[in-house]
């Protein structure tokens, strides 16, 4: 039994497959669509150069080959793991094995329910914010992280007159203030009012026309405005279960749930321990799902010797013609370095730790660098060795 169908879920289901597992496999979600992937909620589906039907992480073909049975449009309610039963809201499931990914959703604020406040994490979020987005009318984004950023992007690219309110002195700051500054520049240019260092204290609605209170009083008048303030692990349904859902469900570095051995979870729902540094740590990132997802898979396929997973935090982010990446932890740096690729434009910035570690990378427009600096991470090359490549490289 696999419960969440986006793409944790859905890469254990073929991953216990690839691996030789034989186990009748039910795939329930409470979604009503087919499978589909969420990063492009905010790029091509949201500008409409993506067709939803052409973002399908698993057809009902696929699904029949790969003897997967799928349950859509039901939500798991409830979970009594000493009598190995989930409960949905198309009643109770008995499972030998359970694989939860219901992943995460997007942080609510007071003014969540506002007409024409949308937040994105799902495609009907996706058609609802779409149907808003007409051209020349004024979005507010609250929220300057790769999401909101992302939403403003394609709102300019779909010619909507945008500001971005965020309370940090830079956009992306989560990636540091150095690609942040970068991004606010380019939406800047772009002709997005960036406004840092503001946070909203109020929403209200009048007459159809959102006013956007600021802290320091101003009133920001808008059509639409997206709420892009982070996201919480959707365990609100394990409550009293027993599992450990203090920020996401805590795993070990297979995704197997503490204290208890039939119960797996993968995704932006998990908090697996870091084999490398002993800290557990929930990551909502769509490459670390997958990778998760696939530690799963060969688990539940009796796989042997299968590696303990490395936390993996690599991020993409396309905005405008520019793709940016990141990867580590950009708190952990204490000094920071810049390189630059002369012939394309290409960016990126590498964070040393104090003990000369590889602390965080952000590239911009950049594959060769960005190659390097992914195998860096991951092979804890020292960051004057990292420094050396991408001199070389540019
Ligand atoms: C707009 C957007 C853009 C993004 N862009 C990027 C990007 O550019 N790069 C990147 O690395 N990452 C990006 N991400 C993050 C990435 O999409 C997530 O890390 C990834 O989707 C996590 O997958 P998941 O399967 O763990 O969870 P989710 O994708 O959150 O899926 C969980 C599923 O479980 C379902 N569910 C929840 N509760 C229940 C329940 N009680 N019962 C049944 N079903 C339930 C949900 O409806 C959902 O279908 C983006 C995310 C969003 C929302």
């Keep these: 039994m696999i419960v969440g169908t986006s793409v944790a879920g859905v890469r254990v289901a073929q991953a216990l497959r690839r691996n030789g597992g034989e186990d009748e496999i039910l795939l329930a ?22 067709a939803p039907e052409k973002n399908c992480l698993l057809t009902e073909s696929a699904a029949a080959e790969l003897g997967i049975r799928t349950a859509l449009s039901q939500r798991a309610v409830g979970l009594d793991p000493a009598a190995a039963v989930l409960h949905t809201t198309a009643g109770p499931v008995p499972y030998d094995r359970l694989v939860i990914a219901t992943g995460a959703s997007a942080r609510r604020l007071p003014w969540s329910n506002l007409p024409g406040v949308h937040s994105l994490r799902s495609r009907a979020d996706c058609e609802a914010l779409r149907a808003d987005l007409r051209r020349g009318a004024r979005l507010v984004v609250v929220g300057g992280g790769f999401i909101g950023c992302e939403v403003a992007a394609t709102a300019r690219g779909l010619g909507l007159d945008v500001t971005i309110v965020e309370p940090e002195a830079t956009l992306l700051p989560a ?24 946070a909203v204290r109020d929403i209200a609605r009048a007459g159809g026309v959102l006013a956007v209170e600021l802290r320091g009083g101003e009133v920001l008048d808008a059509d639409c405005v997206v709420l892009g303030v982070g ?9 009293g ?30 908090r697996w321990e870091d084999p490398v540094s002993g800290a557990a740590r929930r990551i909502e990132h769509w490459t670390n799902a997958t990778e998760q997802a696939s530690v799963v898979g060969k688990v539940l396929a009796g796989a042997s010797e299968v590696a303990a997973h490395r936390a993996n935090t690599y991020v993409w982010s396309d905005q405008y013609d520019r793709t940016m990446s ?8 204490t000094r920071v370095a810049r390189f630059d690729d002369p012939r394309k434009g290409g960016v990126a910035f590498v964070g040393s730790d104090e003990q000369g570690g590889l602390a965080f990378a952000a590239v911009v427009n950049w594959p060769r660098a960005l190659l390097a600096v992914r195998k860096a991470i991951n092979d804890s090359v020292p960051c004057a060795a990292v420094e050396e490549q991408l001199t070389a490289v540019a």
């Design 29 to 50: 979600g409470e979604e009503p669509h087919l499978p589909y992937d969420k990063p492009c909620l905010s790029k091509g589906m949201l500008s409409g150069a993506l």
């Design 175 to 198: 990636a540091g203030p150095e690609l942040g500054a970068l991004a606010g520049e380019w939406h800047a240019g772009h002709g997005v009012r960036v406004r840092v260092g503001e």
């Design 231 to 239: 996201a919480v692990p959707n365990t609100g349904w394990l409550e």
């Design 241 to 270: 279960s027993g599992l450990d859902i203090a920020d996401g469900i805590a795993c070990d570095a297979w995704g197997r749930v503490r204290g208890h051995e039939n119960i797996l979870a993968a995704g932006d729902v998990a």
């Design 326 to 333: 990141f990867v580590g932890r950009r708190a952990r740096a």
